[in-house]
């Protein structure tokens, strides 16, 4: 690839280089004669959310490797990486399960046998051939601040009513939540009814955001009232300050929506033990719980120990995801995003 598409397509490049302590070269790189090392891509969040420094660390004294870690800024960026990957690539992480279907990116990465992660937690694995792997998953939900609203709606009917006005933080479409939020809207009302709800709702947007963390953020400080989050939102933001007593999250009646992290090992990896050592590490229990707490994701394997105040969340939740066939959302998610940017637009 011509060194002026790389400077377009990966704008953060951070190299690792570990120390040969585990094993032997022969031993560790085995797939791959040049030794070049792993090589991964994902997103930028995995830096700020501070899994980067918890995992990478980590994994290097336990395999001895080296590591690649390419990030992008954007879903966009990350999902015309995969695609022009070729041998530049061994294992992709952070990929949202609505951008995996929206491009069409499962297919770019090897399948697995069922059998090998009967681990993960069924509700959360929406591949059956496991080509992209969920480490960590949950559910949306609407976060709101007790401080403003004591009784929040518990419907997108009463969602829309005026008394609150500019209260709803909502984030960009092609975020990874807002992603799930728009699938959700389809799937709860379909192509034509999404819009409505949109119209209805557009009074009572006080912003779109870019990030989950600026939404919650905004709710936090009580610039608004309420957000789009997951169901364990406010006890991830209470087990990070415990003095925080405001957050309460709401789960809507109607249903909810499966949010999940995946990762997967490129069909044309050259490092493919090395990769399935990667998957592995992150699905051992350490890693998990940095998951957790870093993410505010739940664990996507089974067993995996939670903080007594995770009891309080439902054993279960009735998403909708099945209502919106894969084809349909490749097809017809880029004609979604036109229409929420028309009614709702960024600020």
């Known amino acids: 690839m011509k060194l ?35 090589i991964i891509f994902a997103p930028a969040s995995f830096r700020s959310s501070g899994l980067e420094g918890v995992l990478i660390p980590e994994f290097e004294k336990e395999s001895g490797c080296k590591l690649k870690l390419y990030l992008f800024e954007d879903s966009a960026s990350l999902a015309e990486a995969i695609r022009a990957g070729g041998d530049s690539l061994d294992l992709a992480l952070g990929i949202d399960n609505g951008l995996a279907l929206a491009e069409d990116l499962a297919g770019y990465f090897r399948a697995n046998e069922r059998e090998d992660f009967s681990f993960v937690s069924r509700e959360a694995v929406q591949d059956n051939s496991f080509r992209l792997i969920p480490y960590a998953y949950s559910y949306l939900a609407l976060l709101y601040n007790t401080r403003i609203f004591e009784s929040p709606p518990k419907t997108f009917g009463e969602l829309q009513d005026a008394k609150y006005l500019r209260q709803i933080a909502l984030q960009n479409p092609e975020s990874p939540w807002g992603r799930s939020f728009l699938h959700f809207s389809v799937a709860l009302f379909g192509e034509e009814g999404y819009r409505y709800l949109l119209s209805a709702l557009k009074k009572n947007s006080y912003k779109s955001f870019e990030s989950s963390g600026e939404s919650i953020a905004a709710v936090k400080k009580g610039e608004c009232g309420l957000a789009i989050a997951m169901f364990n939102t406010a006890i991830w933001q209470k087990e990070l300050d415990p003095l925080e007593q405001n957050l309460k999250t709401q789960n809507f009646r109607e249903a909810s929506f499966l949010y999940s992290e995946n990762i997967g090992i490129y069909r044309g990896s050259r490092n493919i033990k090395e990769a399935e050592a990667f998957i592995g590490f992150i699905f051992e229990d350490y890693a998990q719980n940095m998951l957790l707490y870093k993410s505010g994701l739940l664990p996507a394997k089974i067993g995996v120990a939670l903080p007594q105040t995770y009891s309080m969340l439902p054993l279960s939740m009735y998403a909708v995801n099945d209502r919106l066939a894969a084809l349909q959302i490749r097809e017809h998610h880029p004609e979604w995003l036109t229409g929420f940017r028309a009614i709702i637009p960024q600020y």
Do not use: D
């Open 4 to 38: 002026w598409r790389w400077l377009l397509l990966f704008p953060l490049l951070f190299t690792l280089s570990c120390r040969k302590e585990a094993a032997a070269p022969a031993e560790r790189n085995s797939s791959n004669p040049a030794n070049t090392g792993l």
